[in-house]
C-alpha cells in the first residue's frame, strides 16, 4: 500500500522541541522529494521544508536555523526536528512526496506551541 504516515507531533511549551517522523511505504522511496506543510488554523497549507536524494533541502525563512530534515533512505522515513518552537509554528503538520507526476500526501500530525 502506498502511503506516508506521519507521527511526533503533540503539545509542547514555546522554546520546547519536538521531532516528527514521516514514514513511507509501497514506494521506491530514494527517488522522492519529501516535503514538510502545515497548515495553521484559518490559514493555507504552507511549504515548511523539503528535502531531496542526496540531501539537498530547503527551508521557509521562517524555520531557517530552528528547523532541520533529515531522510534515512534505509528507514525509508523524513524527520523534521524542531526546535525553538513558537506559538506562530502551531498547526496540522503534513508530509508530502513527489516524484515525476506521482504525488503523495500523508494525514498529517498536529503540532501545538502553548505555554
Known amino acids: 500500500q502506498v502511503q506516508l504516515v506521519e507521527s511526533g507531533g503533540g503539545l509542547v511549551q514555546p522554546g520546547g522541541s519536538l521531532r516528527l517522523s514521516c514514514a513511507a511505504s509501497?514506494?521506491?522511496?530514494?527517488?522522492?522529494?519529501i516535503s514538510w506543510y502545515r497548515q495553521a488554523p484559518g490559514k493555507q497549507r504552507e511549504l515548511v521544508a523539503s528535502?531531496?536524494?542526496?540531501?539537498?533541502?530547503n527551508y521557509v525563512d521562517s524555520v531557517k536555523g530552528r528547523f532541520t530534515i533529515s531522510r534515512d533512505n534505509a528507514k525509508k522515513t523524513v524527520y523534521l526536528q524542531m526546535n525553538s518552537l513558537e506559538p506562530e509554528d502551531t498547526g496540522d503538520y503534513y508530509c508530502?512526496?513527489?516524484?515525476?507526476?506521482?504525488?503523495?500526501w500523508g494525514q498529517g500530525t498536529q503540532v501545538t506551541v502553548s505555554s
Open positions: 508530502k512526496g513527489i516524484q515525476g507526476r506521482n504525488i503523495i
Open positions: 509501497g514506494i521506491i522511496f530514494s527517488t522522492y522529494v
Open positions: 528535502i531531496a536524494n542526496g540531501d539537498f533541502t
